[in-house]
């Protein structure tokens, strides 16, 4: 068997496995390289590179180190993507699994070993140098057939749209209030479509939830909500995207400081206009009143979404002038990054 020039080991094929791992790998492959990916890794057969994705766990963290101690190993490539040394408590799943004894342990030991880092923001470089010095900054990039497709469309509506979990809680609170007022008193037509977060069952007597959804807890209008589970991968979410106004609110936090624009891009890959707070990586990807509104105060959510729900050629103009700058920001036109990492 011919063996891989690069072997992406997946942490698992949500939206940072297919960004980080699968969509560049797939980019060299189009190059000209061999190269594959998986959530498992054959220790028996490696590659020239090998590109582990947040690895902490304790067993795949013993497969990391053997791989490193062996002779003529690969060269090692850790991948990270966010701040995982400072979660807030309100993502509570993941607050809890990387405050385990030995998981950032883990985490630390491994960048340590590696070759070298890869990470997506230049605040999260300097938290990843004091462990290792070798780190490359590469942004999240996007197919290109994002930016050509064209979305579905909700006839005779305006769609807000969000998509995500409730592990975003800190950053759902910086809208959730302000979003509750403005839909109480928006036109019919206006809806919010929330996807990925399921929708929540009918209250019953005596039963507890595991937690409130965000949509019951700023007690937005259920008759104005449409919800999607998550798609079966990340493109098909894409697909689904039928959005008039991407909300992105993001609390000012460290964690959200090392956060990438993946939000606010994948709005303008589609042609949307984002309504984005005007914080990090969403201030510093979003041109005001160009390719999208930023938030300065609370206030400013309301303003902004009446402003783009009752202004549609503001909404196709600054969704084009956000489609236009999104183009730079493809994969096919910037593999270079890891194919210079990757392969060398």
Not at 7 to 25: E, H, Q, S
Not at 195 to 223: A, D, F
Not at 280 to 307: I, N, Q
Not at 329 to 336: F, K, L, R, S, V
């Amino acid at each position: 068997m011919t063996r891989q020039d690069v072997f992406g080991w997946m942490a698992g094929r949500d939206g940072c496995g297919t960004i980080r791992i699968m969509i560049p790998l797939a980019e060299l492959r189009e190059r000209g390289h061999n190269t594959g990916w998986s959530q498992r890794i054959d220790t028996s057969s490696l590659p020239r590179t090998l590109i582990g994705q947040r690895i902490c766990n304790p067993q795949p963290t013993s497969g990391w180190q053997q791989v490193a101690a062996m002779p003529n190993r690969p060269k090692l490539v850790f991948e990270v993507d966010d701040n995982l040394w400072d979660i807030d408590y309100r993502s509570a799943k993941a607050h809890e699994f990387f405050n385990e004894d030995g998981v950032v342990d883990n985490l630390n030991a491994n960048i340590k070993t590696a070759d070298a880092v890869t990470v997506t923001t230049e605040a999260l470089a300097d938290l990843v140098r004091p462990l290792n010095a070798n780190v490359h900054i590469i942004p999240n990039y996007l197919p290109g057939w994002v930016l050509e497709h064209e979305r579905p469309r909700r006839d005779g509506h305006v769609v807000i749209g969000w998509g995500g979990s409730n592990t975003h809680a800190m950053d759902l609170a910086e809208v959730g209030p302000q979003l509750r007022r403005y839909l109480d008193r928006a036109p019919a037509h206006v809806e919010l479509h929330v996807m990925g977060e399921p929708k929540p069952p009918p209250r019953r007597r005596g039963v507890i939830r595991p937690h409130t959804p965000w949509t019951e807890q700023y007690r937005l209008p259920e008759n104005r909500i449409r919800w999607t589970a998550w798609n079966a991968s990340v493109p098909d979410y894409w697909r689904a995207i039928d959005y008039d106004i991407m909300l992105a609110p993001l609390r000012p936090h460290p964690f959200n400081r090392s956060k990438s624009n993946l939000r606010v891009l994948e709005a303008a890959m589609l042609g949307i206009p984002a309504i984005a707070t005007d914080y990090g990586p969403y201030a510093d990807f979003v041109e005001h009143g160009v390719t999208g509104l930023l938030v300065k105060s609370d206030h400013d959510w309301g303003r902004h979404l009446r402003a783009l729900v009752e202004n549609e050629a503001m909404r196709q103009e600054m969704g084009a002038a956000a489609r236009a700058k999104a183009a730079a920001w493809t994969i096919e036109g910037n593999a270079d990054g890891w194919e210079k990492v990757l392969i060398g």
